[in-house]
């Protein structure tokens, strides 16, 4: 007995060192950041930048070194707040102040109060500029159709896809009817081939074929009362006039009988003994005039790849292989960009590398006891030696954070640049921490112009004159700063 106790004991004094360093806490660093700014805390941030090295390529030597002595004593300062007080409940404000050798150059707040966004800014005096604060109700303000103009799918697209979850189950349940359809038309073009080793499945529709298909599906959907019925619900009246409505039928068949669509869409499945996905590759052509002429996905457990090619005989490629899990892993692959039909073509090879450290806890420094690491580095090299300077992208993310929840969390960032020739490089260095609330100031409401709420000759009239002042402001504050750092 006296032995097993003894035993007892000496297990627990090796494992209770152990267990002091296995501290638990309540939350990640990442979750307590969000908790204390969702719970009133404030998030002040400071940037500073600098330029090394000699100019690269692209650069004239002069400027750069112009830029280079101008950011030397640059500092953008910048907080944000979102109020939990019974009165200003839910109200936002994001402040960005630039200062040069500790005096404020220029200033700018954004307010979210209520249904609105404003705007305020030094830069653009004796104006401010409104915006609502729900994007899908700027979104729908802002391409709201003109008298006798046609409005954009875009728009019944956006509705449909973004209303609550209620709507989007009864929505399932009406379309299915119409997709278990498609499916059965679906399986008429399609060869299934079999070997020892793999399953083969290879669908072809030609484009005869599926401009039929789509009359046939457009016909069902017309005739399918209550499906238009559940879409008119949220669809606004202008654009269900234009989409929902029988008689609009002989338009759109119309329209397809224009379309010019020749080739086929092909797509190729291959599946493992195991029966589990290896390789699909999908072709799928676009009817002329549509600016691009197909797009080519290759998927695969090797390799992924997404071909554009436009009408024009400009194309756009990008190859992938690799694989990246739990935040860390590298991804190779390469790039081309043919930006003029008979111009060279932009070739190169990329390598992005990403990593996520586990949290850390360290217990003999109390004001910072854990913290947590990520990274990101991107090698842009040239396929073709010489046609181009290696570039080169890193990013380091530092968390860090005291065992207590209401401490405040601290978050420190360096991205940097690289020419990995001439060495030049631009650093960018960000510290954030939370702290206490902070008052927010009143934004100028009466003033206040929204944008998504004019009419369209009022808003373009009212950004032109703002852009002018704009650019004459920055003009004269790129002025101010150049000759300050002289």
Known sequence: MKKRILCFFLCMMLVLPLAAQAKVFDYTISQLIARQLDAQSSLKVTVTAGLEGDAPAFADAQVWTAVKEALSSLELKATYFKSKSRQTAGNQQITLTLNQSGEALSALT??????????????????????SRDMKTAYMNLTRPQEGTWPNILRTLVTVYSADEDFAAQ?????????????????????????????????????????KQIK????????????????????????????????????????????QLEESIHIVRTYGKDGALKKEEITFPFAKGMGIEKIILVLSDKEKTADVVF???????????????????????????VTEPEGKAFEARYTLALTAGAEQYIEENKSRERDQKFGISLLLEPKEEGAFHAQKFTADLHLMAGASNTKPARIETDVVWEDTVSGGRIN????????????????????????????????????????????????????RILGKAD
């Not at 202008?238 to 397809?256: C, H, I, N, R, T």
């Not at 892993?329 to 390469?334: M, N, P, S, W």
């Open 216 to 259: 046939k599906t457009l016909n069902e959907i017309y005739e399918d009362e209550a499906l238009l019925a559940l879409l008119r619900k949220v669809v606004p009246a202008q654009d269900a006039a234009a989409y929902l409505e029988k008689g609009m039928l002989p338009v759109f068949m119309q329209s397809l009988d224009a379309m």
């Open 311 to 337: 009408e024009n005989g400009c194309r756009a490629k990008i190859t992938a292989n690799g694989a990246v899990k739990s935040g860390n892993g590298t991804v190779k692959g390469e790039i081309l960009m």
């Open 428 to 479: 960018l260095h960000i510290k954030a921490n939370t702290s206490s609330a902070l008052h927010q100031s009143e934004a100028d409401e009466a003033n206040a112009a929204v944008l998504d709420t004019l009419s369209r000759a009022d808003r373009e009239t009212y950004l032109a004159d703002v852009s002018a002042q704009l650019v004459q402001s920055l003009t004269a504050l790129v002025g």
């Open 171 to 211: 929505l399932d349940d009406a379309i299915a009817p119409h997709m278990t359809s498609l499916n059965k038309w679906l399986q008429g073009y399609t060869e299934v081939k079999m070997t020892s080793a793999q399953m083969t499945q290879e669908i072809t529709v030609s484009a005869a074929a599926l401009r």
């Open 110 to 131: 954004l307010t979210g109060k209520g249904a609105q966004w404003f705007l305020e800014s030094d830069l653009i005096p004796e104006k401010t500029v409104a915006l």
